[in-house]
């Protein structure tokens, strides 16, 4: 399978627990994006990779959240001390910035549940 | 900033019967546009997407769109629904320059009734 692959597909955790996502772009896509997605809602942006380096954060994005991508494959998603509101689907995209098509190639999403 | 409005939370058609989502988008700059498909616990499909080619955009799975730079609109249609079209539809807007990140709309869950 040569699309993005993210890990695990479904998270029950307590509130105050933390959590952690993976992502796995498409080897060759240099950016990799976290976005979430509320039910009945569009997905909205967090933040975003080029390589290892993160260049842009949203506000959505609380202290209590941090992302990585150390070598500029994999990326995870950690949520510190989670709250009931943090219940949503991330989503993991990819993308090769050298073509001009801006198309998003989208994992199946982490779906997150906090009791 | 770029920003997308879908007019229409819920459409419900008969089968064989027209699909037409709205999307109308807001961008300083010529925009990139895009239509998503979203099956119900899955992440998003690409159907159909405009970079200042062709207006008419044809897409996968029988869909095509327009994009209408005086009506800011960029609304998906298909001629003949099929039962399999139901799902959760997405419109969004990027530009090419920058961070290239999508805006989406709120999207509009169709509905086919037999």
């Known amino acids: 399978d040569t699309g993005v692959s993210q890990d695990p597909r479904h998270k029950i955790t307590k509130r105050g627990q933390n959590v952690t996502f993976r992502c796995d772009p498409i080897s060759e896509h240099n950016r990799l994006y976290w976005y979430r997605q509320t039910l009945g809602q569009g997905p909205e942006f967090l933040t975003y990779?080029?390589?290892?380096?993160?260049?842009?954060k949203s506000r959505l994005l609380s202290d209590r959240f941090s992302a990585e991508r150390p070598k500029g494959s994999f990326s995870t998603l950690e949520i510190q001390r989670t709250e009931q509101g943090d219940s949503a689907m991330y989503l993991c995209?990819?993308?090769?910035?050298?073509?001009?098509?801006?198309?998003?190639?989208f994992g199946e999403g982490s779906r997150l549940t906090v009791l | 900033a770029q920003s997308v409005t879908q007019l229409g939370s819920h459409v419900s058609v008969s089968e064989g019967a027209l699909v037409l989502l709205r999307c109308n988008y807001s961008s300083s700059v010529p925009p990139y546009l895009f239509w998503y498909v979203q099956y119900p616990n899955q992440g998003l499909q690409l159907l159909l997407k405009y970079t200042s080619a062709a207006t008419l955009v044809k897409g996968i799975n029988g869909f095509e769109a327009e994009f209408k730079k005086s009506e800011t609109s960029f609304h998906l249609t298909k001629p003949s629904a099929h039962m399999s079209d139901a799902a959760e539809y997405f419109c969004?807007?990027?530009?090419?320059?920058?961070?290239?990140?999508?805006?989406f709309g709120q999207g509009t869950r169709l509905t086919i009734n037999p």
């Open positions: 969004a807007v990027s530009v090419v320059q920058g961070a290239q990140k999508l805006v």
């Open positions: 995209a990819t993308l090769d910035s050298r073509r001009l098509s801006g198309e998003l190639f």
């Open positions: 990779f080029q390589n290892e380096a993160q260049l842009e």
